[in-house]
């Protein structure tokens, strides 16, 4: 299972999304981030939320959604790209109404951190009853 998880400058929500379900998949399941306007770099404030879980995005280059990207996807998750974000058929698509956390306060940035984290773990735990485990 592919999943692609899809926000506007892939600066804060997807890569989050991405780096939670990378550690909650433990290798079961592949999964990626763009951005449909991808940013310079990842949010700083979202660098040190991450941090504090002990998850480092510091590293990490936002980069441009490409078609090739929605081909390997089983499933994309829109993490705020609203409709800029490119349908292809027989892929699942799953909306995540999440606020950017990017020029937010750290109070606010937590928030959203664990509103991801939320959705991912609803994800992962529909994956593997999925795929009977």
Do not use: K
């Amino acid at each position: 299972m592919n999943v692609l998880f899809v926000c506007v400058g892939n600066a804060g929500r997807s890569p989050m999304a991405e780096a939670f379900f990378r550690l909650g998949a433990e290798g079961r399941y592949e999964a990626r981030s763009a951005g449909t306007r991808p940013a310079i770099r990842v949010g700083p404030n979202v660098v040190d939320v991450m941090r504090e879980l002990g998850i480092d995005l510091s590293g990490h280059v936002p980069r441009q959604l490409e078609r090739a990207d929605l081909e390997w996807a089983d499933l994309v998750a829109r993490v705020g790209c609203g409709d800029a974000c490119p349908v292809i058929a027989g892929r699942r698509y799953l909306d995540w109404n999440v606020q950017d956390p990017n020029q937010t306060d750290p109070e606010t940035t937590r928030r959203i951190r664990d509103e991801i984290a939320n959705h991912v773990e609803a994800l992962l735990y529909e994956l593997d009853g999925a795929d009977g485990e």
